[in-house]
Each structure stands twice: as C-alpha cells, then as structure tokens.
C-alpha cells in the first residue's frame, strides 16, 4: 500500500482564529488535513461549543455540540484521527473506485453516529477498528 499521510495544521495560517464560524461562533481551533479536510471548533453562537468537520472528497460535513470546552477540543482531536485514517485509506492504491464509494458511504453512516451530539458515542475507540479489513490498521 502507497497511502499520504494525512497531517493536520492550521487552516491558511490561523487566519481565522476569532473570527465568526459558520455557527457563528468564535472559532478557537480550525484545523486543515493535508488531504483535504477541515474541522473548527467554535466557543458561543447557536450552543455553547460546536465542531464542524469537513471532507471535500466525500463531499461531507457534520457539526456536534458539547457543553464544555474539554469535551469539545477532545472530539475535535478524535474526529481528526478518524478523518485522517479514513482519507489516508482513501489514498492507497489498492483501492479502487467502487470499493472507495461502498467504504465512504459506510463510514459517513459511522462517523454521523459515533458523533451524535446527544449521545456522547464519540468517546467510542476510533472508527479504523470498527473498519480494520479495509483500512488495515
């Protein structure tokens, strides 16, 4: 397997840190994957805390909810680690086209709702061990 790895950092710089996010809230994190994802985390708004995460590939977003800041920076990092396991998957070369579609559309099923906001499932073990034949890990 020839897979990129998928490394995070800030979006354009930190040029949005405290600006007004698309919940309009204060955006506090805004991190971008290399291959090509985004998750913010802003403080206020419509709640308290949202997370807004991105897949341009899959064409997916999907915000949650936390109550606390603790609770969430933690599922910000977490839906990175799951991000980025799903779109270094998604770049091996032993993937083709049609198995790439049937994974994505599972995982985006997975990833919802192991980030339900009223549940707290995000706390769960990351998703590549929910889907360790495909992605190998």
């Known amino acids: ?23 309009n809230g204060a955006v506090i994190l805004d991190k971008a994957c290399s291959l090509g994802a985004r998750v913010t985390l802003e403080e206020g708004g419509e709640y308290p805390w949202t997370v807004t ?4 590939g899959a064409v997916f977003v999907h915000s949650m909810r936390a109550s ?41 099923t997975a990833f919802t709702d192991k980030y339900d906001s009223s549940s707290g499932s995000w706390e769960k073990a990351p998703l590549h061990e929910k889907f360790f034949e495909f992605l190998g890990k």
């Open 53 to 56: 995460c991105g897949v341009a």
């Open 1 to 23: 397997m020839n897979a990129e790895s998928a490394v995070w950092s800030d979006f354009r710089d930190g040029a949005c840190l405290g600006g007004r996010g698309t919940n």
């Open 68 to 108: 606390s800041r603790q609770d969430a920076e933690a599922m910000a990092y977490a839906a990175m680690e799951d991000i980025g396991d799903f779109l270094e998957r998604m770049e091996a070369d032993d993937v083709s086209q049609a198995d790439a579609i049937r994974f994505a559309a599972q995982w985006i």
